[in-house]
């Protein structure tokens, strides 16, 4: 094999055959356990110890040992070691895996080929002593025929896998490095002629019922046998009775006539069409003939093309899925090869700045998925990729961007089986040489074959609706390549890569034929669609970036998309948190991030984004996309009249699949319900339901007042079972505001304020406190936000003064706070009695100088054994001022159940808009808070403190006590640690802010 073949970025590959995407039913798997050893460099020789390691299987994921000494290393864009392309450390971990095998007797005489799924980062296969090929590009497979290094009974099979490589710095994608065999190995075996290519495109006429269907396949050979007479056929399962759909095509040889054979006719055609008599185009069909005969044939080409009436379309919505049989005949009529593959017929077209899938405008609720297993890296089952896929339709996302590479086949299966709308994104980002790889030669042909070979693979897929050219590498000469031979391949897709627009939206129309930008602004977006330049449909390819406690003003950008021509949606960054199972010396197990395997350079935790936890258990801001995404929508003018709109979101189906509910609710309880018989309505149309009830007018009692409505699936469906919500609605009715009695004085009262100014709450630990700080998210943080903290010194705060004022009928508790750098807060706290208890009205002056503060706000420490939790608020998930979409209803919980466990601690389980909240113990007995006006709250078991000095969430251990925050203003949580910050309407700064609270026990 070539000398320094890791750092070669000219060879792609070495006697690798074309890619091929059909199955074959003559197949040996060779997953399973093989022979292993690790060593330091490709140029070291193997020794003769082994170990043992799965197939598929990465040895950075396997326990660590002398013989895994490897592990895994996190960056984002940097690269984890300082050369330049294409040159890598001499350092370079190189796995040799071994095995032997049989070929069963059946297979003699039979060309038989050897299928790698995936490795990382280069490959070279030796068949029982001899190499036979070398492969890049890790997220495709690699097929060689090994017919010649075959022999009858037992082989022995070598694959050395190296780690770095010049392949390397194109799979810069912000995630794990491994090293290994990530997909599945096996052999198949076919006859000496074959089919060798087969490209199906599988489309839809206007009409939405007539479908259309090209395939453009390749009968191959080796041996030098003739395919001469060999037929190609293929027919539609489900449609035996459609002759359209029955098409064969035999292949004959034929050789052009030398000059000295050609008719009078031929050189008369020929003549005429190298003079140019023909630049119009205008040929003769009896000349085109003539001119076909002197062609040299393209050996084994058949091309099949026709139209299906009475077709079902395929949608997100609607996956009709077709079996496409496929045959391969021998002269003598005996079938030598068959096999299959699911299509779909839809059409995807870019018209205007419109992007029309089956003659439809839809939107792309996405999100962006990385390959990932907390247990074994990037080595997936098909069951951890439909799990993933099921948990998506839960929360009603409807598309996927693979970012940042092809995923495996079965992967674009499922997505077809379970309907998503696929960006399919080639393996290619070049991140740390973001400028200057897109432009270099050497790397031409590597652009090229990512890119061509995806496009081969993947195009009977329905689900894949756009090509991707990679990501964040920039924008030249080979995506200039890649792009045109993505066209050329296949025309029926658009392109995507949000390289060709990065810096000018106008630009870039030969690498893209949509817009779509990173992490833009809401107000970018909507100045772009009305700014008369549009000319493409706007679909954030990333945008609302999920780490930790994140994803703020995402339903402002769906206001805006919802409501904006030219806004087509776009993908959350991204699905996963990518924290490795990592056993620590002591037994315990935390979620690892970069920098804990030791690694240097790193970034950290910014590889835990997603809106998932690394055990695909859903993050609170999952509840938020949800309800954006909801299929049906209700509103109306006025709840009281019983008079409500119902629209239908989706482009496909009527609404027959979903049950709708009705409820009314005073302080969070149930006071009449019912269920509505839905009309027919067809996609994206409205009709008007009624409700009756004598409880949508009058209150019948004192407390607040919703009507509620859940959309629910009628029958099970793959991903969840009869009766799941797929969406709501609440409307406010006309209340009657509850009031709390005055009272003179009482025993509460009487003992609220001691001779410090500290407020005596019930079951109280620690006495309330002025807090204009929180522990830190991870926007707050890689977003700089804390730096002001930081300046404002807001994170240590002490009573420098009090005075107290006394009388029969209050306490009026004056305190001057000082932050660790200077700054002076003033806090005034007038307490007057109530019924059962005391009021505290809080007024705070904050220095202006604060221009941007965490909250503004109390906090204080009740005894943990009051563990119940209660509160009448926004829930029942986490929610915040900027993210806040949830149902006002009395929730019952436990302080534990507030915890979110973000893989890097940091603030979490707030509420918004709670009136009253209560903390009790078995027993029911406790404090109950109600508050002046619906505020921020939060009741946990852990302190500010403890969650910002944390590093993981296993280093928690809580108090034992409830920490509980009541806040007059809470900043939002924005997406600053990759995007824009919340919006200036959810910043919180200097000034006065008053609020009141009434404590009485329980």
């Known amino acids: 094999m070539l000398p320094n073949y890791w750092m070669s970025p000219e060879t792609n590959s070495i006697n690798r055959l074309g890619m091929l995407n059909i199955e074959h039913f003559e197949t040996i798997s060779l997953d399973g356990t093989w022979r292993f050893q690790l060593l330091n460099s490709p140029t070291d020789d193997s020794r003769k110890r082994w170990n043992k390691i799965p197939v598929p299987g990465l040895w950075t994921m396997q326990p ?26 001499a350092l370079n971990p190189t796995g040799i895996y071994e095995r032997d095998f049989h070929i069963p007797a059946s297979w003699e005489g039979k060309r038989v080929v050897l299928h790698l799924g995936g490795y990382e980062s280069v490959a070279i296969i ?54 290994g065999i990530t997909r599945s190995v096996k052999l198949y075996a076919t006859e000496h002629v074959f089919i060798e290519r087969f490209a199906t495109i599988a489309g839809l006429k206007a009409d939405g019922t007539t479908g259309t269907l090209k395939i453009d396949a390749i009968i191959g050979s080796i041996g030098g046998k003739s395919i001469d007479g060999y037929t190609l056929r293929t027919f539609i399962d489900e449609l035996p009775k459609t002759k359209s759909a029955q098409l064969s095509q035999t292949y004959k040889d034929h050789v052009s006539p030398l000059f000295t054979e050609m008719t009078a006719e031929m050189r008369e055609a020929d003549r005429k069409s190298f003079a140019g008599e023909y630049w119009r185009g205008d040929i003769p069909e009896s000349a085109k003939a003539m001119r076909l005969k002197l062609k040299s044939p393209w050996p084994g080409h058949v091309v099949f093309e026709t139209t299906i009436p009475k077709i079902a379309a395929w949608s997100a919505e609607t996956p009709n899925l077709y079996t496409l049989r496929i045959e391969l005949v021998s002269p003598s009529g005996t079938v030598i090869e068959v096999s299959q593959q699911k299509i779909g017929f839809r059409s995807i077209v870019i018209k205007g700045r419109e992007m029309l899938l089956n003659g439809k405008l839809i939107y792309l609720y996405g999100v962006n998925r990385h390959d990932f297993n907390r247990f074994t890296g990037r080595v997936l089952t098909r069951d951890d990729m439909r799990q993933d896929l099921l948990e998506m339709k839960r929360w009603n996302f409807n598309a996927v961007r693979t970012s940042h590479y092809p995923n495996d086949p079965a992967f674009y299966d499922l997505c077809d089986e379970l309907g998503f709308y696929v960006i399919d994104e080639a393996n290619i980002e070049s991140h740390a040489f973001y400028d200057s790889i897109a432009d270099d030669p ?31 590498s920039g924008r030249g000469k ?13 025309a029926s897709r658009p392109l995507h890569y949000e390289g060709g627009i990065n810096g000018n939206w106008t630009g870039g129309h030969s690498l893209t034929d949509v817009v779509s930008p990173m992490y833009p602004s809401i107000k970018a977006i909507l100045d772009y669609v009305k700014s008369g330049k549009q000319d493409r449909p706007l679909i954030m390819c990333e945008y609302s970036h999920a780490m930790g406690n994140s994803n703020g003003t995402l339903k402002e950008y769906w206001d805006a998309i919802h409501s904006t021509p030219g806004l087509q949606g776009g993908f959350i960054w991204e699905f996963w948190d990518h924290g490795i199972e990592q056993t620590l010396p002591d037994g315990t197990k935390r979620s690892a991030y970069g920098g804990d395997f030791g690694e240097t350079p790193h970034d950290g935790n910014f590889v835990c984004d997603g809106m998932v936890f690394p055990d695909r258990t859903p993050k609170p801001a999952m509840h938020e996309f949800k309800a954006i995404a909801s299929p049906v929508v209700i509103t109306t003018t006025k709840a009281s009249s019983g008079s409500f709109t119902v629209t239908n979101r989706q482009y496909f189906k009527d609404v027959a699949d979903f049950d709708l509910f009705w409820s009314i609710n005073r302080n969070g309880e149930v006071i009449d319900s019912g269920k509505v018989a839905l009309p027919k309505i067809a996609p994206q149309k409205s009709a008007k339901i009624s409700v009756k009830s004598k409880s949508l007018l009058k209150p019948d009692g004192t407390g607040e007042r919703f009507i509620n409505f859940t959309i629910v699936h009628k029958n099970r469906t793959d991903w969840a079972p009869a009766g799941h919500e797929v969406g709501w609605n609440q409307f406010a009715l006309p209340s009657r505001k509850e009031s709390i009695a005055t009272s003179k004085t009482n025993n509460l009262f009487e003992i609220a304020v001691d001779d410090a100014g500290e407020i005596q709450i019930p079951f109280g630990v620690l006495a309330p406190e002025l807090s204009l700080w929180r522990a830190p998210t991870d926007n707050d943080r890689i977003g700089r936000i804390t730096t002001k903290w930081e300046q404002y010194g807001v994170r240590e705060l002490e009573r420098t003064d009090c005075t107290i004022t006394e009388t029969a009928k209050s306490y009026k508790v004056v305190s001057e706070w000082q932050t660790s750098t200077g700054y002076k807060i003033k806090q005034v706290q007038l307490v007057t009695p109530v019924a059962g208890g005391y009021t505290v009205k809080e007024t705070i002056t904050v220095p202006k100088q604060f221009t941007d503060l965490a909250r503004i706000g109390i906090n204080f420490e009740i005894d943990g054994t009051l563990s ?4 009448f608020g926004i829930g029942s998930h986490e929610n915040y001022p900027d993210r806040k979409i949830g149902r006002v209803h009395k929730w019952v919980s436990t302080v534990a159940e507030q915890y979110v466990p973000y893989v890097r601690p940091q603030e979490n389980g707030g509420h918004a808009e709670v009136r009253w909240f209560a903390l009790t113990d078995n027993a029911g007995h406790g404090v109950r808070i109600n508050l002046d006006k619906p505020r921020q709250v939060s009741a946990t078991p852990f302190r500010a403190q403890q969650l910002a000095d944390a590093t993981h969430d296993v280093e928690l251990v809580p108090t034992g006590n409830t920490i509980v925050h009541i806040d007059a203003a809470h900043r939002g949580v924005g997406t600053a640690s990759c995007g824009p910050d919340t919006l200036p309407a959810y910043l919180v700064s200097g000034g006065t802010y008053s609020f009141t609270w009434t404590v009485r026990a329980i």
Request: proline share 4%; hydrophobic share 35%; charged share 25%.
């Open 64 to 89: 660590t040992s002398d013989d895994f000494f490897d592990k895994p290393h996190y960056t984002n864009t940097q690269m984890p070691w300082d050369h330049v392309a294409p040159d890598v450390p």
């Open 126 to 179: 030796t068949v029982n002593g001899v190499e036979v090929g070398l492969t890049k590009d890790s997220r495709l497979a690699a097929e060689f025929d090994i017919t010649g290094q075959i022999k009858r009974g037992k082989n022995n099979l070598e694959i050395k896998v190296t780690k770095w490589s010049d392949a390397t710095y194109i799979e810069d994608q912000d995630q794990w490095w491994h090293g």
């Open 442 to 472: 050497r790397y031409a042909s590597a652009f090229l074959e990512r890119v061509g070979r995806m496009v081969q693979r993947d195009m009977h897929h329905p689900s894949v609706i756009f090509w991707s050219l990679g990501n964040e």
């Open 478 to 490: 080979n995506h200039e390549g890649a792009a045109a031979f993505a066209r050329a391949l296949d």
């Open 868 to 871: 119940n939790y209660t509160y």
